[in-house]
């Protein structure tokens, strides 16, 4: 069984900075993607950024390509935070290739939230 948990989360102005993590733990267990997600208050859950190790891809939205980057071991920077990234943010990871479809994968954390102030 694998365990998700984000880290990084929390208040900032617009215009600023969060790192965030994803720890994993479990046995037996091997994931090849990592992907973030996140969900507003009354909105449906987004895809954010993710990335494939065995595939060598690297997926971005649109709404913070140029703004995110999410480094080799899946931890997502994101700067020039707006309000309207405002969300909690979830960690995702699957057995099998990257890509924007919640579908892809097997395992997900808890959240953590992520609020940018005007």
């Known amino acids: 069984q694998v365990q998700l948990v984000e880290s990084g989360g929390g208040l900032v102005q617009a215009g600023g900075s969060l790192r965030l993590s994803c720890a994993a733990s479990g046995r037996g267990f091997s994931i090849d993607a990592m992907g973030w997600f996140r969900q507003a208050p009354g909105k449906e859950r987004e895809f954010v950024a993710a990335?494939?190790?065995s595939g060598g891809r690297i997926y971005y939205a649109v709404s913070v390509k140029g703004r995110f980057t999410i480094s080799r071991d899946g931890a997502l920077q994101m700067n020039s935070l707006k309000p309207e990234d405002t969300a909690v943010y979830y960690c995702?990871?699957?057995?099998?290739?990257?890509?924007?479809?919640?579908?892809?994968?097997?395992?997900w954390g808890q959240g953590t939230q992520v609020t940018v102030s005007s």
């Open positions: 990335i494939s190790w």
């Open positions: 995702a990871a699957g057995r099998g290739p990257a890509g924007w479809g919640p579908d892809l994968y097997d395992y």
